[in-house]
């Protein structure tokens, strides 16, 4: 991923193009800077989902200077939203930026998705179930597949997904509510801590058990 990110500021650059950067998900989730600062690659323009406003609803997009006076008032590009500047939201968005800033807040982040993902891969071998997952900081992604790692769109279209729907409403009878869809990110939040975790796995261990291949 790095080389493909670096390699798109390059290409951008060659033929004077904009480089724009998604961080609607990997926004405050993987770095406090994103994406772009956990691979120090830098883009033209930054949109954000409503993690900037602690999970209310707001976005914001952002970049480099020549590119944002083109916006009004001072250039002739109308730009508004209705939550703009919303106090709720934007009184919830200091707040997290709060809890974020706190020294190894990412480190711990990480480190308890780990956990999460290590403990999965290792109860579903136990149980012979085909399992691998991709992850960085708080996100993660899992896959009934035997390839590791998954880097190409054909390895992740390989995934047994009736295994994962088995997965699924297993963990779900057991209070354990995770993306519905196979393709989705997960992700482990500040809320979440270790006795978060290892009641997952156990719920983990006995669906495993119980699905069939």
Same mark, same amino acid.
């Given at each position: 991923?790095?080389?493909?990110?670096?390699?798109?500021?390059?290409?951008?650059?060659?033929?004077?193009?904009?480089?724009?950067?998604?961080?609607?998900?990997?926004?405050?989730?993987?770095?406090?800077?994103?994406?772009?600062?956990?691979?120090?690659?830098?883009?033209?323009?930054?949109?954000?989902?409503?993690?900037?406003?602690?999970?209310?609803?707001?976005?914001?997009?952002?970049?480099?200077?020549?590119?944002?006076?083109?916006?009004?008032?001072?250039?002739?590009?109308?730009?508004?939203?209705?939550?703009?500047?919303?106090?709720?939201?934007?009184?919830?968005?200091?707040?997290?930026?709060?809890?974020?800033?706190?020294?190894?807040?990412?480190?711990?982040?990480?480190?308890?998705?780990?956990?999460?993902?290590?403990?999965?891969?290792?109860?579903?071998?136990?149980?012979?179930?085909?399992?691998?997952?991709?992850?960085?900081? *708080?996100? &993660?992604?899992?896959? $009934?597949?035997? %390839?590791?790692?998954? =880097?190409?769109?054909? /390895? @992740?279209?390989?995934?047994?997904?009736?295994?994962?729907?088995?997965?699924?409403?297993?963990?779900?009878?057991?209070?354990?509510?995770?993306?519905? *869809?196979? &393709?989705?990110?997960? $992700?482990?939040? %500040?809320?979440?801590? =270790?006795?978060?975790? /290892? @009641?997952?796995?156990?719920?983990?261990?006995?669906?495993?058990?119980?699905?069939?291949?």
């Amino acid at each position: 991923l790095p080389n493909f990110l670096s390699g798109l500021r390059e290409i951008c650059d060659q033929y004077r193009s904009i480089l724009i950067f998604d961080e609607v998900i990997t926004g405050f989730r993987v770095a406090l800077g994103g994406a772009q600062a956990l691979y120090q690659v830098m883009p033209d323009l930054t949109t954000l989902g409503k993690i900037i406003g602690g999970g209310m609803p707001v976005g914001a997009f952002g970049g480099k200077r020549a590119i944002m006076e083109h916006l009004a008032p001072l250039g002739p590009v109308y730009q508004a939203g209705t939550l703009s500047g919303n106090p709720v939201a934007m009184a919830a968005g200091l707040e997290t930026l709060k809890q974020i800033e706190k020294p190894n807040f990412y480190a711990s982040l990480e480190h308890l998705t780990r956990q999460l993902c290590e403990g999965l891969l290792e109860r579903a071998k136990a149980a012979n179930i085909p399992f691998t997952y991709n992850q960085v900081g *708080s996100m &993660f992604g899992l896959f $009934f597949n035997d %390839a590791s790692p998954i =880097i190409h769109y054909e /390895q @992740v279209m390989n995934s047994n997904t009736q295994l994962f729907n088995q997965f699924f409403h297993g963990m779900l009878e057991q209070g354990i509510y995770l993306a519905p *869809s196979a &393709f989705e990110s997960g $992700f482990v939040s %500040a809320a979440h801590q =270790i006795e978060e975790i /290892q @009641v997952t796995l156990q719920a983990a261990e006995k669906t495993f058990k119980k699905m069939k291949q």
